[in-house]
Every structure is written in C-alpha cells, then in structure tokens.
C-alpha cells in the first residue's frame, strides 16, 4: 500500500501530516536524513516522526528507510520511465509499443490491487450476490468494462443493467431501492451526472459501489463504498485510456469471480447448459438453412 493511502487511511493529527507531506515532496532527501534533521525541517519532535512512522506500518524511522523507502525508489524509478499518458512515443517499434503497453497495464493492476481494502470487497461482494438487480452507471469512455461486466454476469444468469445516457441514467437511479446494488464508473469523480445518480440511489435505499481514480473527489463523497484505480492519466492530454481500463477491467473482473466463487460449482453448471443449449440451437438453425 503507497503512502498516499496509507495518509488518507490513518487518523494522522495536522502535526503529523507535516511529517508526511514532507516525506512525500522530499522523497530524494529523507532517505539520507536523520530523524532530527526530519523533525527540524517540518518544525515537529523527533516522537512525532517516530509516531508516524509507526502509524505507518513500521518500527521505526530507520525501519521506514530501509524498507518503505528502499520500495518506493524502486517503483519511483519504474514508473517514471513510462508516462501512462504517452507510453508510446514517434518512432517506436512494434516491440517497443508492445512491450511499453504490456508493462503500463501491468503495472496499473498491481497499483490499483494496492489500493484494494479487502474486508471492504469481500463486503461489496456479498452486496452484490444478495442484489435482484446489479445496476452499472457509466460513461460513453467505460462503457465497454461495463457490457464486459453484464456479459459475465447473464452467463451465469445474474441480471444487470447497464446505464450510461444522462436520462437512462436518472431513469433507473430515480427508481432504484434496496433491492438494488448500483456501481459507478467515473475517472476523475466529477461526473455531474454521475455523482446524481449516487445521490438518487441512495435516496432509495440503494447501496453504492464507486470505482474511480485514488483521491479526494465528488463521487466517493457520495458513495458506500468506493474502490479506487491508479490516477496517473490526465483528463485531456493522453493518447489512451490505456492504464485506467486496466484498472476499470480489473476491479470488475474481481466483482464478478467474487460473485462466481460463491456458488462456484452451481454457476459453472448454468453457464454449461445455457452454453450448451445455445451451441443446440445454432446448429439446428444451420441444418435447417440447408
């Protein structure tokens, strides 16, 4: 888990979070700092940095050194040979443009695994299991891990309704009750229209699930529970949506084999015979056109 997350999960006093603002911008230079030195620069004690240290995971401040900062220069260095946002540049090969988008998708599914709270998804997981009806509100840039999301779900029968127009939207959130389970899909979590549909879901008694870029924003304000992906692309200037779909794709895809594992053998049949079935039907349909 980064330090970022570790700051918004921490009960941390404004004292403390100079210490860990101060770590985060001076990354290069803590390392090579004694526990004063830190102390003297955010104007705090050198049981204040030692505290945080501890609220963070670790012994102490030699101990964050040694390991949390030993593997964050690791993933500072690696990430800043790749830009989520031109991973690919004028010239590059197809070699290079396969191995740069492999290593930017991997790297957003390992980021956005870190952010997960698992008590959390095991929590969301039941949500959904128990849902009549699994409502997905998204926008015309996640549309796509949305239909993926509903094609999995009807194989093993479990109904889900895919929102992603302004009015469709509204339609089904205005209506939604608790027999209802709604996920939101929003990068930034600025979506007008989707920080309503929250609001209106939860109006009706509607639990609300939110998967959007890491950080403060409108839309995991507005939600139950919120799973977060890593928020390394900008808004406009990009070329593709290449780390965020991976982050989108992948927390669905965990929604979904959460719902599959739980009656596991029971869904794995239903999907064999409606397979099957349709399998049945095409040929009869060939047969007959001949």
């Not at 492999?102 to 997981?125: F, H, P, R, S």
């Not at 409108?218 to 977060?228: G, P, R, V």
């Not at 794709?249 to 349709?278: C, K």
């Amino acid at each position: 888990m980064d330090l970022q997350t570790k700051l918004a999960s921490e009960p941390f006093s404004d004292t403390e979070k100079a210490v860990v603002d101060y770590f985060i911008n001076h990354f290069d230079n803590v390392v090579d700092m004694t526990t004063l030195q830190v102390a003297k620069h955010t104007f705090t004690s050198n049981a204040t940095v030692v505290r945080v240290c501890q609220k963070l995971g670790y012994k102490g401040f030699n101990d964050f050194k040694l390991k949390y900062l030993t593997e964050q220069k690791s993933d500072f260095q690696a990430a800043e040979k790749l830009d989520a946002n031109f991973p690919i540049q004028s010239g590059d090969g197809v070699q290079t443009i396969a191995t740069n988008i492999a290593a930017l998708k991997e790297a957003a599914i390992e980021e956005t695994k870190n952010l997960l709270d698992y008590g959390e998804l095991q929590e969301v997981i039941a949500l959904l299991i128990a849902a009549d009806t699994i409502n997905v509100y998204c926008s015309h840039s996640t549309i796509a891990h949305a239909k993926e999301f509903q094609y999995h779900c009807m194989r093993i029968g479990k109904r889900v309704i895919v929102a992603s127009g302004p009015g469709e939207q509204d339609y089904y959130a205005s209506r939604s009750s608790e027999d209802n389970v709604a996920i939101l899909l929003s990068y930034t979590g600025e979506t007008r229209e989707t920080i309503g549909d929250a609001r209106l879901c939860r109006y009706g008694g509607t639990k609300t699930i939110s998967v959007t870029s890491f950080g403060e924003n409108s839309l995991s304000e507005a939600c139950d529970h919120n799973f977060f992906i890593p928020p390394w692309e900008k808004y406009y200037s990009k070329i593709g949506q290449f780390a965020s779909s991976a982050g989108f794709s992948y927390v669905l895809d965990l929604f979904y084999s959460g719902i599959f594992e739980q009656d596991y053998l029971a869904n794995y049949e239903y999907m064999l015979e409606h397979t099957g079935r349709l399998s049945l039907v095409q040929i009869n349909s060939k047969m007959g056109d001949s």
